[in-house]
């Protein structure tokens, strides 16, 4: 059974590796697979003990990559808990965050 799921997995990634790959070749492709798309993103905070509590902030991005919404949670071990995070706090998050991108560091296997 967890086989099954694995197979499943690889063969939709497969999938979605193609898709992306059209995707960054054409900007028609871009258009038309972006604007189906929101997405979300989770920034794990940094913990004195991480095996014991984490805690992270989830941003929701509208079809334009803007922030729309986000929630904050609490992990303590087997205990969760999570936070909706108020309009003006939002505000904060997205200036915190506002320079951080995406990159890949190039390695000499790369070149």
Do not use: H, W
């Not at 984490?54 to 991005?61: H, I, K, P």
């Not at 904060?92 to 890949?104: G, N, P, Q, R, Y």
């Amino acid at each position: 059974m967890a086989e099954d799921i694995k197979a499943a997995a690889e063969k939709k990634y497969k999938s979605r590796m193609r898709k992306f790959r059209k995707v960054v070749k054409s900007d028609e492709e871009k258009d038309k697979f972006f604007n189906q798309l929101g997405a979300s993103f989770e920034v794990f905070l940094p913990t004195k003990n991480p095996d014991e509590l984490a805690d992270s902030f989830l941003f929701y991005c509208d079809v334009d990559g803007t922030v729309v919404d986000a929630e904050y949670s609490y992990n303590e071990g087997e205990k969760f808990e999570s936070v909706d995070v108020p309009r003006k706090d939002l505000k904060v998050l997205v200036e915190a965050f506002k320079d951080f991108e995406f990159e890949i560091v190039e390695e000499e296997d790369d070149q």
